[in-house]
């Protein structure tokens, strides 16, 4: 299948600093990349679509300035999270579909950030 | 909004045994895909579905997009321990996927 990776894998913070996480489509070009959050024991979380030259589309209650989508070619997209809390600390997993089909995605490792 | 109930929960299998786990939906879908989660680990895709009825096999794995279009079934045969993990079903219809809450799976050896 295809491969989406992500960087880094894990990261350690502290109380408001800014983390940037970044996913790149290894095999394939993704004019759309979706960003989701994941807590423990829980099921993945859409965040926000992000779209190759333009703005991201944010789901319902995510803070659109917290959360840093950029989407700067068609194989990178970066997420940021800026002043992180300790409430943000979680598994942030980035995933994009195929360009021989939109429905099918292929999700990266996942980020596991941990804010102090 | 759409949501989709995934049953059951958790299951806890003898190794060798067969596994079935589905997934229904308040409303119809174009796609069902079924992934695998390890711990620390983003999901694997395992079968897509993309037609009402369609029976997909990916080696020990079958799943079905059920007639309603608003179902989906996934079953493991003779299971083994690395079988082990979450496993989520997810649709889609126009819209962004929207994930079960996952059947987590453990194997007795």
């Known amino acids: 299948g295809a491969v989406v990776s992500q960087h880094p894998s894990r990261v350690i913070c502290k109380s408001g600093t800014s983390v940037k996480i970044e996913c790149r489509s290894l095999?394939?070009?993704?004019?759309?990349m979706f960003w989701y959050r994941q807590f423990p024991k829980q099921s993945l979380m859409l965040m926000a679509t992000?779209?190759?030259?333009?703005?991201?589309?944010?789901e319902q209650g995510v803070e659109k300035d917290k959360f840093l989508i950029n989407h700067a070619s068609l194989t990178l997209s970066t997420l940021t999270v800026t002043s992180a809390h300790p409430e943000d600390s979680s598994f942030y997993i980035c995933?994009?579909?195929?360009?021989?089909?939109?429905?099918?995605?292929?999700f990266g490792p996942g980020t596991r950030l941990t804010v102090l | 909004g759409q949501q989709l109930n995934q049953s059951p929960q958790s299951m806890f299998i003898q190794e060798g045994e067969d596994v079935s786990m589905n997934c229904t939906s308040s409303?119809?879908?174009?796609?069902w895909l079924w992934y695998k989660q390890d711990p620390g680990e983003g999901p694997v895709l395992l079968i897509a579905?993309?037609?009402?009825?369609e029976l997909t096999s990916n080696g020990r794995l079958t799943a079905q997009f059920g007639i309603t279009r608003k179902d989906s079934f996934l079953n493991i045969s003779a299971s083994i321990p690395s079988d082990v993990g979450i496993y989520f079903c997810?649709?889609?219809?126009?819209?962004?996927?929207?994930f079960g809450k996952g059947t987590r799976l453990s194997v007795i050896a």
């Open positions: 995933s994009a579909p195929t360009s021989l089909s939109t429905d099918t995605q292929y």
């Open positions: 095999d394939f070009q993704a004019t759309t």
């Open positions: 992000s779209n190759e030259g333009s703005k991201a589309t944010y």
């Open positions: 409303s119809i879908f174009n796609t």
């Open positions: 579905l993309y037609k009402a009825g």
């Open positions: 997810a649709g889609r219809r126009n819209t962004p996927l929207v």
